[in-house]
């Protein structure tokens, strides 16, 4: 097991101690963990469990909320969706080894649009939009800061293309972040209560990661499939730390 794991262990457990070497050892043994599955010296800090749990909570307090009074201007609040039976990912089998991309599909056509639109800018307009009359140059700065927007958007896309999201029995790896089940003591949705947006994001509270943002607008895979898989695969973890 990678050293992630290893410290959603120790770092609420009561053997912990700090090392400026290394980190958070075993007092038992004085050294970094080792073990397997499970640390057979784990002795559950139910305390400072509570602790990362407070934190995660202030900060849904601190910058989210579900009042319907602030909903109604937009902000984002934080909401836990029922458990859908319906889902296609019902069981922890059916959620293993499963890789979600990046499509772009909104991205593309947001791409394709604004180039359209400039297409027909220059189709449309009575005189050469690139004589540089009065009229023609506020054209011109127009279509300018449209083909801005559609390089900045095309750039977005290809650094995205690449993300994807992965599934295992170990957790989800996720740009670079390897977020083990067992560090998994809380998560949500964040909704944006705004018609103008189409984000979707998952808050997850970690223990050895922090607080951790997922997004997966315009990845193959909804929020309430996603909400799902982490509630499958964190149930038992949960429920063994409540």
Same mark, same amino acid.
């Given at each position: 097991?990678?050293?992630?794991?290893?410290?959603?262990? #120790?770092?609420?457990?009561?053997?912990?101690?700090?090392?400026?070497?290394?980190?958070?050892?075993?007092?038992?043994?004085?050294?970094? $963990?080792?073990?397997?599955?499970? #640390?057979? $010296?784990?002795?559950?800090?139910?305390?400072?469990?509570?602790?990362?749990?407070?934190?995660?909570?202030?900060? @849904?307090?601190?910058?989210?909320?579900?009042?319907?009074?602030?909903? %109604?201007?937009?902000?984002?609040?934080?909401?836990?969706?029922?458990?859908?039976?319906?889902?296609?990912?019902?069981?922890?089998?059916?959620? +293993?080894?499963?890789?979600?991309?990046?499509?772009?599909?909104?991205?593309?056509?947001?791409?394709?649009? @604004? %180039?359209?639109?400039?297409?027909?800018?220059?189709?449309?307009?009575?005189?050469?939009?690139?004589?540089?009359?009065?009229?023609? @140059?506020?054209?011109?700065?127009?279509?300018?800061? %449209?083909?801005? @927007?559609?390089?900045?958007?095309?750039?977005?896309?290809?650094?995205?293309?690449?993300?994807?999201?992965?599934?295992?029995?170990?957790?989800?790896?996720?740009?670079?972040?390897?977020?083990?089940?067992?560090?998994?003591?809380?998560?949500g949705v964040l909704q944006i209560n705004n018609n103008n947006t189409d984000a979707s994001?998952?808050?997850?509270?970690?223990?050895?990661?922090?607080?951790?943002?997922?997004? %997966?607008?315009?990845?193959?895979?909804?929020?309430?499939?996603?909400?799902?898989?982490?509630?499958?695969?964190?149930?038992?973890?949960? +429920?063994?730390?409540?």
């Amino acid at each position: 097991m990678n050293r992630d794991y290893h410290l959603s262990f #120790c770092k609420v457990c009561t053997n912990r101690k700090r090392n400026l070497e290394n980190g958070i050892i075993c007092s038992l043994t004085k050294k970094i $963990a080792d073990f397997q599955d499970n #640390c057979p $010296a784990y002795d559950f800090d139910k305390l400072e469990f509570q602790n990362y749990k407070k934190r995660f909570q202030d900060e @849904i307090s601190d910058k989210y909320t579900t009042k319907d009074i602030e909903k %109604l201007i937009g902000v984002t609040s934080f909401e836990k969706p029922e458990f859908s039976r319906f889902s296609k990912y019902n069981s922890i089998e059916k959620t +293993q080894n499963l890789v979600f991309k990046y499509n772009g599909f909104y991205g593309t056509i947001g791409i394709i649009t @604004i %180039l359209l639109i400039i297409v027909g800018l220059i189709l449309t307009s009575n005189n050469d939009v690139f004589n540089l009359t009065g009229e023609n @140059i506020i054209l011109l700065i127009f279509m300018l800061i %449209l083909l801005s @927007i559609c390089v900045f958007k095309l750039m977005e896309f290809t650094s995205k293309k690449k993300l994807k999201i992965t599934i295992n029995p170990n957790g989800i790896e996720y740009q670079n972040n390897n977020l083990s089940w067992n560090s998994i003591f809380d998560f949500g949705v964040l909704q944006i209560n705004n018609n103008n947006t189409d984000a979707s994001i998952i808050l997850i509270g970690t223990i050895t990661k922090g607080n951790v943002k997922i997004d %997966l607008t315009d990845f193959n895979v909804n929020l309430e499939d996603f909400y799902n898989i982490i509630e499958l695969n964190t149930k038992n973890v949960l +429920q063994h730390r409540v």
